[in-house]
């Protein structure tokens, strides 16, 4: 009798552990096939974003030296991003951002794309005024050091810029309203079918959201 108990306590022993490694084993597997799905996921709206940012700058790229040609490209918005925000370098961003000290961004501009808008300005800025000065003979000191330039944004589900880069020889177009020029636009991830229009203008592009 005492054998049979023993015989029944090692067999129920070894179905708790047989249970337990179980748990284990699907736990690991749940784990580790969400982390790889996700890591999957991740790594393929990375590759979207790449493309679009590849698509704008061939597509400004072709139509900048074709004076008055018109292509549009499909705004690509993955669903890991929350917005596309391009800014106009060329503009003081003052009344959009407000003062570089004390940026008080409007709409959907963040603070650091105010930052990063703003540094571009002035350095472009400077950089026009040493060229002018060079060629009225009365040179001022050229900028000291050369910014990493921006004006296409990429917003997280929080609002946060968690990528941004630069596309070459696209300018906004200012619209109608020339006492209120567009600056910049965002786009939201829940917008379906918009699109950008570019027109060649000879050197550069002008780009407008449709």
């Not at 699907?26 to 890591?39: D, Q």
């Not at 391009?86 to 930052?115: I, K, Q, R």
């Not at 567009?182 to 592009?205: H, I, M, W, Y």
């Amino acid at each position: 009798m005492r054998k049979l108990f023993q015989t029944k306590r090692a067999a129920d022993a070894n179905q708790m552990f047989i249970y337990v490694a179980s748990v284990v084993v699907v736990g690991f597997v749940f784990i580790y096939g969400f982390k790889a799905v996700y890591a999957f996921l991740r790594s393929s709206q990375q590759i979207e974003r790449a493309q679009f940012i590849t698509d704008f700058t061939h597509v400004a790229n072709t139509v900048s030296n074709a004076y008055g040609s018109v292509k549009y490209l499909p705004i690509v918005i993955p669903s890991q991003f929350r917005k596309l925000c391009v800014v106009e370098l060329s503009a003081e961003p003052l009344n959009v951002c407000g003062p570089l000290d004390t940026p008080t961004p409007l709409g959907d501009l963040t603070d650091s794309m105010c930052a990063s808008w703003w540094e571009s300005y002035t350095y472009n800025k400077a950089q026009s005024d040493y060229e002018a000065s060079v060629i009225a003979g009365t040179p001022i000191p050229k900028p000291d050091v050369e910014v990493s330039q921006k004006n296409v944004f990429f917003t997280d589900l929080s609002g946060a810029v968690v990528y941004s880069d630069l596309i070459e020889r696209i300018k906004l177009d200012p619209g109608a309203d020339t006492l209120n020029p567009t600056t910049f636009f965002c786009v939201d991830s829940t917008r379906k079918n918009s699109q950008l229009r570019l027109e060649g203008l000879g050197r550069e592009a002008s780009v407008s959201l449709e």
